[in-house]
């Protein structure tokens, strides 16, 4: 399938959102019973700025885009979900700025917990990112995943979460039903798998993985351009060491983004189906098997998904503009 025509989505509470290179869906269960459709413009900066869009720096763009989309469905899904007289009415510029400082605090906490906790916690038991930095940060890449994992068998007793999984589930079956071509039944896509290659638990399991081999570069590069830089005390040290991690982060994201692709190309690779591997065990924790009433939901919000995505070729091909009307209904 060409990577253009692609769509990808994301559970929220109650609902999916579906997403093209253009517009975003969301399909929303309400309390009634009906489903509420939302459908907004991306207005991505690839769109404008196309160098943007070049391998490694479409990366960062895409994390940036979707941590921002995704947040602001989320948001908008638990505002649906609240009783009628409970609902926020916010500003658009209220809106952003909530999202901003929201990104901002997960962004500290994720970090803090992902970052500099394994990278302390490896110190500890003995193990000198100085003097073994692959072995130090092989250590270290385990332990992040530890938690990571740990965090989601936590959440997964709560039984919002499970719902938030079983509708993960339903994204997945549907657009696997998608891309292989098939009509969007409810029939044709309970016959499909909850996992997917693009989904974003396996592309953090690649972040994980491919950190191990960008941090452990940092204390060679450190100590050739600063001579003493052995002799520092450790907490000095650490106070050089796990900012340039954070610092790196947007390489090592660019860099799981394009394996991400590449393995979501290759599926049948032999080498590619070994190194997605891990991300399909992962998966098996942040998916489950959907209720019909979920996958119509996930399969509402895909065809209309699909519906802006043959409007905008029609236009493009006629020579119109391309804006498609975001709408709202129920």
């Not at 092989?138 to 959440?155: D, E, K, N, P």
């Not at 499970?162 to 969007?184: D, M, P, S, W």
């Not at 693009?198 to 204390?219: A, Q």
Request: hydrophobic share 45%.
């Amino acid at each position: 399938m060409n990577q253009d025509e692609a769509v990808g989505g994301q559970a929220l509470i109650e609902g999916v959102m579906m997403r093209c290179k253009t517009h975003y869906t969301l399909a929303l269960r309400k309390e009634s019973g009906e489903i509420k459709v939302i459908q907004k413009d991306v207005n991505s900066l690839r769109s404008k700025l196309p160098f943007l869009g070049a391998p490694f720096l479409r990366g960062v763009i895409a994390l940036i885009e979707n941590l921002t989309i995704g947040t602001k469905s989320l948001i908008i899904s638990a505002n649906e979900a609240l009783p009628e007289d409970e609902k926020l009415d916010k500003s658009k510029k209220a809106e952003g700025i909530g999202i901003f400082f929201m990104l901002l605090t997960s962004l500290i906490v994720g970090m803090g917990v992902f970052v500099a906790i394994p990278n302390i916690l490896t110190e500890i038991i003995g193990i000198k990112e100085t003097a073994n930095p692959i072995l130090f940060n092989l250590i270290s890449g385990f332990v992040r995943l530890s938690i990571f994992i740990g965090y989601i068998i936590g959440i997964s007793y709560m039984e919002d979460v499970k719902r938030v999984f079983q509708y993960h589930g339903a994204e997945h079956k549907a657009v696997n039903t998608y891309e292989a071509g098939q009509e969007l039944t409810m029939e044709n896509t309970k016959r499909f798998t909850t996992y997917h290659t693009r989904c974003g638990t396996s592309f953090l399991f690649f972040v994980f993985f491919i950190s191990i081999f960008v941090f452990s570069v940092v204390p060679v590069v450190l100590k050739e351009f600063i001579t003493d830089f052995l002799s520092w005390h450790i907490v000095y040290q650490k106070m050089i060491l796990i900012p340039s991690h954070i610092v790196l982060m947007p390489l090592v994201a660019s860099i799981s983004y394009e394996v991400l692709k590449m393995s979501s190309r290759k599926m049948n690779s032999p080498l590619f189906k070994i190194i997605s591997r891990p991300g399909y065990y992962i998966q098996k924790l942040t998916t489950k098997e959907p209720s019909d009433d979920q996958v119509e939901v996930a399969l509402v919000a895909l065809k209309e998904t699909v519906r802006i995505m043959e409007s905008v070729a029609e236009a493009e091909t006629n020579g119109y503009p391309q804006s498609v009307l975001a709408k709202e209904s129920a």
